[in-house]
Nanobody, 123 residues
Framework: QVRLVESGGGLAQAGDSLRLSCAASGRTVITYAMGWFRQAPGKEREFVAAISWNGDNVYYVDSVNGRFTISRDNAKNTVYLQMNSLKPEDAAVYLC????????????????WGQGTQVTVSS
């Protein structure tokens, strides 16, 4: 079993930066792909970014490409999401996820999910 705990959310102004962290515990996720999704009120959960177990492959939704960067530190069992040039439309609960298959995970099929961290962006 894997437990994922997100942190780093908060209130930001448009144009600001935030860095989200997701710490995994319970077992190592060094061989797992990891990703970030977000869900805004009244909207469906949306894929944001994902990274392969070794960091060689990364994927982003078009709306964040060039502004957000996903990375991981396998020694710390942690994945990060650096969010720059934040926009009001980035406001959502951001959820961390992990699983053995990156392609399936990108489509929402990750095995393990965190509870999420709130990101609020004011204009």
């Amino acid at each position: 079993q894997v437990r994922l705990v997100e942190s780093g959310g908060g209130l930001a102004q448009a144009g600001d930066s935030l860095r989200l962290s997701c710490a995994a515990s319970g077992r190592t996720v060094i061989t797992y792909a990891m990703g970030w999704f977000r869900q805004a009120p009244g909207k469906e959960r949306e894929f944001v970014a994902a990274i392969s177990w070794n960091g060689d492959n990364v994927y982003y939704v078009d709306s964040v490409n060039g502004r957000f960067t996903i990375s991981r530190d396998n020694a710390k069992n942690t994945v990060y999401l650096q969010m720059n040039s934040l926009k009001p439309e980035d406001a959502a609960v951001y959820l961390c996820a992990a699983g053995p298959n990156l392609d399936r995970g990108v489509r929402g099929g990750f095995t393990y999910w965190g509870q999420g961290t709130q990101v609020t962006v004011s204009s």
